[in-house]
């Protein structure tokens, strides 16, 4: 069977081995934020790999990982330039062919230049090693699923198509976890036999992903949907009917009734609804976040009476430098060194409540350590040292409430 597949690259091959639902359910093609952090690593060692030193090469990370990139030990991974980086493969499973389209390629250049029937994929980093190679994918995802490099699909599939595309006898390849200091590597080889033994396995899978592709273009049949922590990552995650039946149970209280007969459940049953209910959390946490961002534009009424709406809000924070002068004055420098936190210049309240308890406490012999915080807040603001905020918010509000922004307050009566 020669067609087009939407979604079906190797690494969505883990997730679609237990689910084919994206294959035929609307998906969005959104970067989530669990993937920004390895988008921003990828890149930083692709460009080391070209050539950049590791400082210019940091210098283009967002500020957000610049950290995390900083981080990885470089000395522990393969002397990046001498291999090639994000190279583009096209995988025709059913003529058991490869193609390479060469190093620093994008997802959007190597799925233009697919053709009807060839997987397409991206290499994060190989290189040449006698009459054979090395394939690298780098996991800077701190997720626990990611299964073994002998077991994982993903990249058994870059291994045995770079095999095949460059006629090497034998490859090592392997999954390098990134995602604490010291780069963690799971190695694994595999020669020419075992390279047609994953070409089988990615052809089942595609076999079965047309099969499903196909029923549900003839009426709508769904292949079994298997909730997971594999959703997580899949791009049909916001419109599948299995996540959405699965908040819906939490809603009505029938997960709950499952969970108090749970002493009946068997082993796997019980694993089967952990899953099940982790999921539909995750799920429930997309929608409040989704309703929130509607809320912003049009101001939802609740069941309550009140409408969850956007609306100013206002914040009194200890002031950092007049704190530590006012408590200079009065306590020493030595005490009001310890009101900020160290070694940033910065104090919270909960910080200001620990140091009077350490400074004050004492000399008020029958004060209690709220009774402290509360005239030590008083005095900082008498003095001048607390700065007042105003920021938006969506929150529970009654419809009158004069902190609505001015596009949701409620329109007053012409006057005659
Ligand atoms: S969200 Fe989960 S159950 Fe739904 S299609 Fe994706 S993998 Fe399957």
Redesign the pocket.
């Known amino acids: 069977m020669s067609a087009q597949l939407h979604g079906f690259t190797p690494s969505a091959f883990p997730?679609l081995k237990r689910?084919l639902?994206?294959l035929v359910?609307p998906t969005v093609d959104e970067e989530l934020p669990q993937m920004t952090r390895g988008t921003e690593g990828h890149s930083y060692l692709q460009r080391i790999a070209n050539g950049a030193t590791p400082s210019e090469s940091l210098a283009k990370v967002e500020d957000e990982w610049r950290e995390d990139c900083a981080a990885v030990e470089l000395g522990a991974l393969p002397p990046l330039a001498s291999g090639l980086a994000e190279v583009g493969f096209l995988l025709d499973v059913d003529a058991g062919a490869a193609r390479v389209l060469g190093a620093n390629q994008t997802r959007e250049g190597v799925k233009a230049a697919a053709r009807d029937g060839e997987t397409r994929m991206l290499v994060d980093w190989l290189a040449q090693d006698g009459t054979g190679g090395v394939v690298l994918d780098w996991k800077f995802s701190r997720s626990e699923q990611i299964a073994p490099a002998a077991r994982n699909l993903q990249i058994r599939t870059y291994a045995a198509t770079a095999l095949l595309a460059y006629q090497w006898e034998v490859v090592r390849y392997g999954l390098i976890r990134v995602d604490g200091d010291r780069p963690r590597w799971d190695m694994a080889e595999m020669d020419w036999l075992e390279a047609q033994d994953v070409l089988s396995e990615v052809r089942e899978l595609r076999t079965a992903g047309l099969v499903a592709v196909e029923a549900y273009a003839k009426d709508g049949t769904l292949p079994p949907?298997?909730?997971g922590p594999?959703?997580d990552w899949?791009p049909?995650?916001r419109q599948?009917p299995?996540?959405v039946r699965g908040v819906l149970a939490v809603l009505d209280g029938s997960a709950g009734r499952a969970v108090a007969g749970m002493r009946e459940m068997s082993p796997e049953e019980a694993g089967e609804l952990y899953s099940r209910l982790v999921s539909a959390r995750d799920a429930v946490d997309t929608m409040l976040g989704d309703l929130k961002a509607l809320a912003k534009q049009v101001p939802l009424p609740l069941p309550s009476g009140k409408v969850l709406a956007e609306t100013e809000k206002s914040e009194a924070s200890p002031d950092p430098e007049r704190v530590v002068g006012v408590l200079t004055r009065l306590y020493g420098e030595d005490a009001a060194r310890h009101a900020l936190i160290q070694p940033t210049p910065k104090t919270s309240w909960a910080h200001l409540k620990a140091w009077g308890e350490a400074y004050l406490l004492a000399e008020r012999q029958r004060a209690s350590a709220g009774t402290v915080a509360v005239e030590l807040r008083k005095m900082l603001e008498s003095a001048g040292a607390v700065k007042r905020s105003t920021y938006l918010a969506v929150a529970e509000v009654s419809p009158e409430s004069p902190r609505l922004t001015g596009a949701l307050a409620p329109e007053l009566p012409e006057e005659n």
């Open positions: 997730r689910c639902g994206a359910l949907l298997r909730l594999w959703c899949c049909a995650a599948c299995a996540r």
